[in-house]
């Protein structure tokens, strides 16, 4: 029943992103591994590892475009759930160097031996279990979510207020991770991982298995997310984006329905974090930035808001201009993106893939109409893109 | 008796130091001085006081020369000299006239030996020749050393200065320093009696540092008066600290309120949220940063005037910017409020790479003018200048405001469109006039603020980051559309803020604020002082 409801989910341009996604999961580690170095096809690891990180920033951008595109919650906190989920899965990678940190502390991870405590703090038992920590990924950001959201949208905060206090809660939480005391790192975060189930996260197998692990995740969870937005629930959610009082009036519990998409858009954000770190090797407090969450917006945005193609074509494409701009002329990137915002919020309203969609489907309705040699301008409406 | 006897002494001698004058007390002090190079260690203290008694000026560096190991005795005639190392020799000093005289080699001299009793001496001398200096502010400095530093027996120095002592500062801090000094001494019980009693009026620090070491070795009778003392000035210190973190609520108030008030106008009463608005700030502070760059260099005379020449600078600057931004990008997004934080964010980082560029990443220097800089004492309470300035420079503005929104024609159309945007257009109101003048009106009074906060805060590219997020916490708290909410919420939130940092230290304390605003919109959705009726749907 469950494959069913999923199957449904896809139409055409679904099918070709997660038939793309899955393609990548294995042909970019096969080159990377079966190939040899001076191979013209090969895939040095530096780059699978960079396009990992893509993928995971996709996964985010998709997770904020389910509460952004589809329910009109413009959440300024979303780095915050990717944070937490990254630090879940940076305590699990902590426990697992054990006796090899360089004070050689079987329980306490380096900076907690630096910083004199002397037993393990009670909210880092567990993570030296892979399950317990995968579990927190996921649970962590997702209660996190549901409790705020429970507060702020039963007392219909909403609009621009709802954006800035999700802002004040990342931005409490940045202050509250560079704490020392708080028993994550503080300033320096966590790094220096050794292992990931048992792997040395370092070799180029276990980088090839993450980004292909985030791919499949990424897949997974568009599937998820197309589900959702086809269902009856997702029909509401779009009819609450566009006229909350309305819905309201129809007898809709307009909260409960942006609780549950926060709450998943929430978890989502936080498995892209796990995935994440592993493939950068830190997480720091520097994650928690108010500014980061604005990007997350922005790849959205570019990609094309209420697409659900668009955020990972956005968050690609904006990551990789990033890339190729911060090594070429470092002076310019904050200009390029600056820009970005500007052009994107005046000129593509819809985002790239929003507005091809509109192009095309324009094109396709003008075919046809001519094929029924029914010139009949006032039927064609631009469809809304999807 | 014989105190008093002392005190005439030493009056005596001062009073024949400063009027007589001439080769015979010249050549007492070189005889004097002669002396310190023959006597035995055991007899220096005698010495160091017969000299210190002479209180002539000219005793000083001897004494300092003294107790740094640069007082050296000719082998050949006994004549003592300061001395100081030139190569393999030694330049002489004459101690009495100050003259050079001439040079000897190390082997013809003999050090005039020292020891740690000595070097007592020799400070409790000086600050007791100090105390009798004709400067008042040297006079302050040494009775406030001695009240920092409280020795025994200096007790009668003290004594001989508080009865010469015209001025009533230096006295007071004399009368404080001789209880200090009092307790540690041998004096009668009635007379330490007296000193706690005063010492329990005032509210130092060194008065409480002496009075619990008191307490440890006073006799019974003496240790209820000591308690009491302690406890009374830990209440007049509480009181004073109480009083001192109001002041910091107070000033941390006026800088949020600087910060916001600029965005009240554009958030609050058009509804823009302009994530700009830091980068308004930053350019204030840069604006203030030329200007002073041009007074330093062409006319450094104007250096005290430099503030208000950059005041309607900053405001012309920013607002132009505003004017433009609102021109170029946010008139196109009337109605997106999302997007337009979207736009005004992409915006401010092109304004602070772009100042990035210009200026480099790195902090620039602005000085405070001469009337912003230093403090004041009003009680026990510790006022600096640039921040009471920035008190009085928020309040003026807000009530500037407050008159432009009120009072005059222009504020009337903009609080007109504010209210019912076609309604004004149709009575002829030109809206995106009123729109581009408003928006540039709250940019312009963001780059007064960056004029002001330039005074306090590291004036770099990152200026206006720091103050963006707060700035929305006091407008959201305040109630948007409402100038009193901002001022209400900017002062509370700077209360709470610094009275939650005893407890919980600045870090946890705004976290602390934070949450708690969070917690407070679910409750009261639209702040403090809500607009109501049917404004607030649309």
């Known amino acids: 029943m469950i494959t069913s409801f999923l199957m449904k989910s896809l139409d055409r341009s679904i099918l070709i992103v997660v038939a793309i996604l899955l393609g990548l999961a294995l042909l970019v580690p096969a080159l990377n591994l079966l190939t040899a170095p001076n191979h013209p096809l090969h895939v040095p690891t530096y780059l699978v ?15 904020l475009d389910l509460v952004w595109g589809f329910c009109g919650i413009l959440s300024l906190g979303h780095a915050a759930f990717f944070a937490l989920g990254g630090y879940a899965m940076g305590m699990y990678l902590m426990r697992q160097i054990g006796a090899r940190g360089s004070y050689g502390n079987p329980l306490l991870p380096d900076f907690m031996v630096f910083l004199n405590w002397k037993e393990l703090p009670w909210f880092w038992y567990g993570f030296d279990m892979f399950w317990f920590a995968a579990l927190m990924v996921v649970l962590v950001p997702g209660v996190l979510a549901f409790v705020f959201g429970w507060f702020a949208f039963r007392s219909r905060v909403n609009g621009v207020y709802l ?31 050794k292992d990931i189930l048992g792997f040395n996260i370092q070799a180029d197998g276990t980088r090839a298995v993450l980004f292909a692990a985030s791919a499949l995740m990424l897949a997974l969870c568009l599937i998820l997310t197309a589900a959702i937005v086809r269902s009856k629930y997702g029909k509401v959610l779009v009819a609450v984006r ?65 697409t659900l193609v668009g955020p990972i074509v956005g968050a690609i494409l904006v990551n990789g201009g990033k890339s190729i701009f911060t090594a070429a002329f470092p002076e310019f990137w904050l200009f390029a993106l600056g820009g970005l915002f500007v052009l994107v919020t005046l000129f593509l309203p819809k985002g790239v893939v929003g507005t091809a969609g509109a192009y095309f489907a324009r094109r396709r309705a003008e075919r046809k109409a001519r094929a029924n040699e029914a010139p009949d301008n006032l039927a064609i409406e631009p469809m809304a893109a999807e | 008796m014989y105190r008093i006897l002392q005190i005439l002494f030493v009056a005596l001698c001062l009073l024949i130091s400063t009027h007589v004058v001439g080769s015979r007390a010249a050549d007492d002090l070189g005889a004097l001085v002669d002396q310190l190079g023959v006597a035995k260690l055991s007899d220096m203290d005698e010495r160091i006081s017969s000299l210190a008694k002479t209180g002539d000026a000219k005793v000083i560096p001897v004494l300092e020369a003294l107790g740094e190991g640069e007082l050296y005795q000719r082998k050949s005639d006994g004549k003592v000299f300061l001395v100081k190392v030139q190569g393999a020799d030694l330049l002489l000093i004459d101690p009495v006239t100050g003259m050079e005289a001439g040079q000897a080699p190390k082997a013809a001299m003999q050090k005039v030996k020292v020891n740690n009793a000595v070097r007592r001496a020799v400070r409790s001398a000086l600050g007791g020749l100090t105390l009798f200096s004709d400067d008042t502010s040297a006079r302050l400095k040494a009775a406030q050393s001695m009240l920092q530093t409280p020795n025994a027996d200096a007790l009668d120095a003290i004594e001989a200065a508080i009865a010469t002592e015209k001025d009533a500062t230096v006295r007071k801090v004399l009368d404080e320093a001789r209880a200090v000094t009092l307790l540690l001494s041998e004096r009668s019980d009635e007379e330490k009696r007296q000193a706690i009693t005063l010492l329990a009026k005032g509210n130092g620090r060194t008065g409480l540092a002496v009075l619990t070491s008191a307490l440890a070795n006073a006799d019974a009778a003496l240790k209820l008066d000591i308690e009491a003392a302690i406890a009374r000035i830990e209440q007049t210190q509480a009181f004073w600290n109480a009083g001192q973190n109001v002041w910091y609520a107070l000033s941390l ?58 005041l309607p600078l900053a405001f012309l600057v920013t607002g132009t910017v505003g004017l433009a931004i609102e021109r170029g990008v946010i008139r196109f997004l009337y109605g997106r409020p999302l997007e337009t934080l979207l736009a005004t964010w992409g915006i401010s980082l092109i304004l602070q790479q772009a100042v990035r560029s210009i200026f480099g990443p790195t902090n620039r220097e602005v000085g405070n003018p001469s009337w912003m800089a230093g403090a004041f004492d009003l009680g026990g309470l510790t006022i600096t200048w640039n921040r009471l300035w920035i008190i009085v420079f928020a309040l003026t503005v807000f009530a500037a405001l407050l008159f432009l929104l009120k009072k005059t024609p222009m504020g009337l159309r903009m609080r007109a469109v504010t209210q019912n945007r076609r309604m004004a257009s149709s009575m002829g109101i030109r809206t995106p006039f009123v729109d581009a003048l408003t928006f540039a009106l709250g940019s312009g009074i963001a780059g007064m603020a960056g004029v002001a906060l330039s005074q306090i805060d590291n004036v770099s590219p990152n200026l206006g980051q720091g103050y963006i997020i707060d700035s929305f916490m006091v407008v959201v708290f305040g109630g948007v559309g409402n100038l009193w909410g901002t001022l209400v919420g900017a002062f509370s939130l700077g209360i709470l803020n610094k009275f939650l940092e005893p407890y919980a230290g600045a870090v946890l304390g705004k976290i602390l604020v934070l949450v708690l605003i969070i917690l407070f919109i679910q409750k009261k959705p639209r702040g403090l002082f809500a607009l109501k009726g049917r404004a607030v749907e649309a």
């Open chain 1, 242 to 306: 566009d006229a909350e009082s309305r819905t309201r009036f129809l007898g809709y519990r307009v909260e409960h329905i942006k609780l549950f998409a926060f709450t998943v858009s929430a978890m989502m954000a936080g498995i892209a974090g796990a995935l994440y770190v592993p493939q950068v090797g830190i997480i720091n407090p520097g994650e928690f930035e108010p500014g980061n969450s604005i990007e997350v917006v922005i790849w959205t945005a570019v990609g094309g808001r209420g």
């Open chain 1, 49 to 63: 590892s960079l396009f990992g990180k893509y993928l995971t920033y996709a996964l985010l951008a998709l997770a």
């Open chain 1, 163 to 193: 954006s800035i206090i999700t802002q004040a809660m990342t931005y409490a939480l940045l202050l509250a991770f560079f704490r020392n005391d708080m028993g994550f790192g503080g300033n320096n975060g966590l790094t220096d991982f």
């Open chain 2, 253 to 310: 108030g006026s800088v949020l309120l600087l910060a916001a008030i600029g965005l009240a106008i554009t958030f609050g009463v058009m509804g823009i949220i302009n994530m700009a608005h830091g980068e308004m700030v930053m350019l204030g502070a840069y604006t203030t940063f030329l200007v002073q760059e041009v007074i330093r260099n062409s006319y450094p005379g104007l250096f005290d005037w430099s503030l208000a020449i950059a």
